[in-house]
C-alpha cells in the first residue's frame, strides 16, 4: 500500500437532498441518553422495531423473528485496533496519536492532539518505549493527517501498548470491559478506529437462533475512520467534503447476494458501515478501494432492503443516511418514541430495524 491516499469513490448529490438543510436532522437529545457502557449482555439492548407503523418496542435477540428463512444478514468483520496512543515531544510536550490507517511497512496516517504542532523530522517518545518519526502531512502536503514512521511493527506496537478509541462522546477512560465490548463477536480484520456499532448487539444465542431459523450470513469489510464521529459543519450539506474509508466486498459475498435476488429473499445490512461498503461496490462496480460515498435524502439503494442500526448523533453524516434509507419524516418520528420511551443512543446503546423506503421516495 502507497504512502498517498489512492482516489475515493465520490458522488454527485442527489437532487431531493436540496431540500433539505443540516437542521432537518438535528434533535434535541438529554445527556443521560447516551450510553457510557453496553447492556449487561450484548443481545440484552433493547430494539425499536421500525419497519412498520406504529413502531413495537422489543428486545434485540427478539430479531430472528422478525427476518425470514433465506434473508441474508451482511455484517462488517473490521476488528478495532487500539489505536490512541500516548507520548511527548523532544521537548517534554504531551502528545497524543489516533491512528487513522496502517499505510506501508511500519508507516502510519494519524490524527496528533499537540499543544504545538513539532516540525517534520521531529522524534516522539511513545508510552512503551517506541519512537514515531513525524515524516509530514498525509494524505499530501496540505492534508488533515500526519504521517509517521514508528521504531516496529504499527499493529504490534497498538496492540501493546494502544488504547481502545472509545467514541468523543465517553465520558471514561477505556479499560477491559471497553476491549471486549467495544469489538464485535465476529471481527476478523485489523483496521478500524471505531466499531460497527450495530453489530456489537450480536452474540451466540443470537446467531444461533437466526441460523436455525434459515438466515443466511456473509460479511464485507469497512474499516471505520475517525471521521464517522465528525459533524456536518455546513448548513448546506452538498458543501460537506465526505471523509474516506477502505472497503472490501469479497467474491463470496457478491455470490450470496446474487442468491439471495434469485431467490427474492431480502439483503439485511448490519450497520451504516455495511450499508457504505455494499452500495460503493453497487455504484461503482469496483469490490475493493477507498469510498468516500455520501448517502442523502433521494439516494438510491441498490443492494439494503432492511438496515439495523443504531441511534446516531444529530447533524451526523449517519443521521443523514438512515433518513435517505427509510424516511426523513419516518426517521425524525422514529427519534421521538425512541426519546421518549428512554432509549440508549449511540455507540453502546440500543438498535433499530428500518426497511427502505421505494426508489424515489425521498420524503
Same mark, same amino acid.
Given at each position: 500500500?502507497?504512502?498517498? *491516499? ?22 434535541? +437529545? ?17 430494539? +425499536? ?7 413495537? #418496542? ?23 485496533? =487500539? ?17 487513522? %490507517? ?13 499543544? =504545538? ?13 517506541? !519512537? *514515531? ?44 470491559? #471497553?476491549? %471486549?465490548?467495544?469489538? !464485535?463477536?465476529? @471481527? %476478523?480484520?485489523?483496521? *478500524?478506529?471505531?466499531?460497527?456499532? @450495530? &453489530? ?32 456536518? =459543519? ?17 467474491? &463470496? ?51 439494503? #432492503? ?46 433499530? +430495524?428500518? *426497511?427502505? %423506503?421505494?426508489?424515489? #421516495?425521498?420524503?
Amino acid at each position: 500500500m502507497h504512502s498517498s *491516499a489512492p482516489e475515493a469513490l465520490r458522488l454527485p448529490l442527489p437532487e431531493a437532498a436540496r431540500r433539505f438543510t443540516l437542521s432537518d436532522f438535528d434533535f434535541a +437529545l438529554p445527556p443521560e441518553r447516551i450510553a457510557q457502557h453496553p447492556a449487561p449482555e450484548r443481545s440484552a439492548s433493547r430494539l +425499536l422495531d421500525g419497519t412498520g407503523a406504529p413502531p413495537v #418496542d422489543r428486545i434485540f435477540r427478539d430479531l430472528p423473528a422478525l427476518l425470514a428463512p433465506g434473508d441474508l444478514l451482511v455484517f462488517n468483520d473490521t476488528k478495532v485496533v =487500539k489505536a490512541r496512543l500516548y507520548g511527548e515531544k523532544p521537548t517534554g510536550g504531551k502528545v497524543e496519536l489516533l491512528i487513522e %490507517r496502517v499505510l506501508q511497512g511500519r508507516e502510519v496516517a494519524a490524527h496528533m492532539k499537540v499543544s =504545538k504542532k513539532p516540525p517534520a523530522g521531529t522524534v516522539l517518545a511513545m508510552d512503551g518505549g517506541f !519512537t *514515531a518519526t513525524l515524516l509530514g502531512r498525509w494524505p499530501d502536503a496540505d492534508g488533515p493527517l500526519f504521517r509517521f514512521a514508528f521504531s516496529a511493527d504499527a499493529y504490534a506496537l497498538m496492540e501493546a501498548h494502544g488504547h481502545v478509541p472509545l467514541p468523543p462522546y465517553i465520558t471514561h477512560a477505556d479499560g477491559e470491559e #471497553d476491549a %471486549r465490548r467495544y469489538q !464485535t463477536v465476529f @471481527a %476478523r480484520q485489523p483496521g *478500524a478506529v471505531a466499531a460497527p456499532t @450495530a &453489530a456489537l448487539h450480536f452474540d451466540a444465542a443470537v446467531l444461533a437462533a437466526l441460523e436455525a431459523r434459515g438466515v443466511r450470513r456473509a460479511s464485507v469489510t469497512l474499516h471505520v475512520g475517525a471521521g464517522t464521529f465528525q459533524p456536518v =459543519k455546513t448548513e448546506n450539506i452538498a458543501e460537506h467534503r465526505m471523509h474516506s474509508e477502505r472497503y472490501d466486498v469479497p467474491a &463470496a459475498t457478491q455470490q450470496a447476494i446474487a442468491d439471495t435476488r434469485a431467490r427474492g429473499a431480502r439483503v439485511v445490512a448490519v450497520g451504516t458501515t455495511t450499508v457504505r461498503t455494499l452500495e460503493s461496490w453497487a455504484a461503482s462496480g469496483v469490490a475493493h478501494g477507498d469510498t468516500a460515498i455520501f448517502i442523502t435524502p433521494g439516494f438510491g439503494f441498490r443492494v439494503a #432492503d432492511l438496515l439495523v442500526t443504531n441511534f446516531h448523533l444529530p447533524k451526523s453524516t449517519l443521521m443523514l443516511l438512515v433518513c435517505a434509507f427509510a424516511g426523513h419524516a419516518r426517521v425524525m418520528a422514529l427519534y421521538r418514541h425512541a426519546i421518549a420511551q428512554r432509549y440508549r443512543f449511540f455507540s453502546y446503546g440500543d438498535a433499530m +430495524l428500518l *426497511a427502505r %423506503r421505494p426508489w424515489g #421516495d425521498a420524503g
